[in-house]
């Protein structure tokens, strides 16, 4: 079951529109995952996909069908919810059941649905107890089991894991991958979190500002973010965004903000640029006064590398990783360099394709 | 609660029908009453229903032929005192189970529930001799003194207090507040929602007694409005339709507007105490 | 003067009064004995005089025969119970009364249960609505009762009116037992539908909306998510409102004095009306009060499910 989006758009009210063109196809078994920051409208374009929020523009296709009049449960899909929606006066058994029953199924197929959807996320043991003796991430298996049951072959998953702890957290993130990929599911998933995005996704969709930014692999949103909102989303720590321009001397080297000088294998563009630099593509050692370019501001030590605050003369504040432990003090002059590996955007934050061999050396 | 991609419009237009026929049966009764309050009692003893007659004539005789001003002062008076009286003390009583600890706490709040369980109409013959004894009969204190406090007042306010973050009964004690001072300042003000409920609920209790008042008052002087409409009913007036229903609509009025304003209020309110 | 006490226990050293305020939260303290006689007091003072004391002195006087102004005078043990609970005449007040109570409940929760689902549907001015529905909550028992008793009027009235119209037969509303039964059933669900629709609107406001959501997904009709989510949902309201209704039921009065005094031929002399009666009509207190301690007992007993609902309140 494939899913098609044309030129979706959401209005509110005429003021306030929420959504504008957004457009894409999710292929059939895909894990597909939404991503941006609260309130970019990610929740709203799942909801319209389940049913749950109508469609102010566009077309919603599941298969061959344009859905947009569709009630939900026409469109033979399942959702799982940010708080589970679990039935608090039902049993984990006829929570599962409940969507199973409401459509009058054979008792018979029911049970067997059940049963079988409870063993694939070892729930077996619980199914009389109630959702309130449950822990987060049991009840999170509930809502699976639901969606596993239903037999539908798409399912919508409202930000599932934000109500569990970080540990928690990894965990489901496994089982859910293992459970999408086993049944063949194509799963839509809605996140903020860019960690959820890039470990488990086929295609992430980055919304942000009403608009989509960028879809694409999980490595070719990291690798060539579209712009520098995506860049920033991205990667942790973040990346680096600095000013830059050509040097007024060689046209094969960039001048960023007069405190470091990267030579390039190919011409700079004479335009104003911002360059992305991620926290471990700088080089940062101990240097007099005379040769340093930025002063170390602290130092969070992280067991397998430490992170270096640090601001250039220029007043600009950077982030480094460094492998290991190293022990600089705040105040202490340094010299930051950096290698070629670089992300280069226009004034309006537009990534440009500078050149194959700047990716080359990286 | 019934979330569609769109709903149907046929399916809004009946939804928004059986509102206005549910809203026409449950407010029937106010407009029968409200119409026929503006219509000469003579057509309305002709059945004529739909005259055309409509004056404020029933109103300015209700005005001026009977005490229903006085009524309303008494019932006012009365249901004051009594949400005034029941809020200071229930809270008091509440505080007294929640911050204070002393012997028998659990044994005299086992009492106090115990008194919500037993009907004041049980009780009327022997607290009828008592007032009697104490010289009370037919005063605006009969009908305010035995309800000056309540138990269910005391337990509301009691499951309130306990809500309260301990922090806050530790912080006063390292400030060396007293146990007046964290009442005054501390407990009432931040259970404003509930002494508000405990409020419109015991001014709306005092304002409906009924039997208490018609055994323990026997003149316009003192009778509240519920008893006063009956002794209009019982008087020459028994026929008169119209001016009956005037004074009928010179009660329920103000009511109704203090309701809808205050509705906000009141709904929160009740939901706390019954739900959660 | 509220401080005396206090300063005369403790020693007015800064740290040595902190600590001691300190536990007070957890220990005992002497101080607090005081503390809650202020406290206390008031409450428990009218508490005793005018709930205590004469539900001791109802029962006393429900062991003896009285005289005409409620002196006791033999005593007599249970045999006022066992007169009342053998005479036909009481025991129909006690099945009319039974009738009442549940008649009302019941239509009361239908009905409020119907108001406040369609009034809990998101559509443009359903406030308005919901203010409507409420608006019997303001409606005091007299009025509720000069309204109804036009309604019901034998000559007048706007049914017997309608009827004429219709050309239907006339009903004596007031003067037949069954159809006063109803009148006065009818007047008491209508005067409590205000309160009890606005605590059901706030429970089937508070049922998440995802729940709906999820069955909306699963392909669960309105009707089965009523059925299904919405009545197990709100099922601990819809037990203590049917409590509430109950027990208000069992105490009717006001309503009965003004739209029937207990008429006609007894059919709806419920009980407490039967106590006003027995007491301060026919003089008889001692009857009165057995009848007084056997409404109690029957109170008692629905507050005292109430408590234990109310104590497990969430029965899932």
Redesign the interface.
Known sequence: MSITLRNIRKDYDQNTEVLKDVSVKVETGEFFVIVGPSGCGKSTLLRMI??????TGGEVQIDDQVV??????ARK???V???Y?L????SVWDNVA???K??KLDSADIKQRVDNALKMVSLTKLRKR?P?ELSGGQRQRVALA?AVA?DAKICLMDEPLSNLDAQLRIKMRQEIYALQRKLGLTLIYVTHDQVEAMTMADHIMVLHDKHVQQIGTPSEIYQTPANDFVAKFFGTPQINILPAKRSADNDHILNVSSDLEIALNQPVPAENLKIGVRPDDFKIERADGVSSNAVVKNTEFLGNETIVYATMNSGSDIHVVVDGQVAFRSYEPVKVTASSKLLFFDQNGNRINLAKEALVHA | MN????PKLSHTILNYILLIVLAAVVLGPFLIGLWTSFLPTMDIAKGNFLSLHLSLQNYIDAFTQTPIIRYLGNSLFISVATMIAQLIFCSMSAYAFVFLKFKYRNFLFGLFLATMMLPFEAEIIPNFTTVKALGLLNTYSVMIIPFLTSAFGTFMLRQSFLQMPAELKEAADIEGLGHFQFYWKIALPYNKISLLTLGAYSFLGAWNQYLWPMLTTFSNAYRPVQNGLRQLQSEETFNDWGMIQATAAIVVIPTLIVLFVGQHYFKSGMNEGAVK | MLKSPASSQTKPLAVNQTKQRTKTTFALNAKDKYYAWIFLGPSLLILSVFIFYPMIKTLYLSLFLTNTVGKPTVFVGLSNYISLLTSADYLSSLGVTMVYVFAVTILTIAIGLVLANYASKELAGIGIFRTLFSATMGVSVSVAAIFWLFIFNPSTGFLSLISTWLHLPQIGWLTDPTAAMIAVTITTVWMNLGFTFLILLGAIQSV?T??Y?????????PR?QFL??TI??I?PTLFFVSIITLIEAFKSFGLIDLMTKGGPTNATNMLVYRIYKDAFYSGNFAQASAESIILTAIIALFTWLQFKILEKR???
């Open positions: 389940a049913g749950l929020t109508p469609i947009n009049e569709l009630p939900p449960k899909l399942t959702m919810f940010q708080n929606a039935y608090p006066f039902l409940f969507g199973l409401a459509r109630k309130r639901r239903s | 979330i569609v991609a769109k | 998440p995802t729940l959501e999820a069955a909306n997904v699963e392909g669960a009709s089965y299904h989510i197990p949902m099922s969430v029965n899932y």
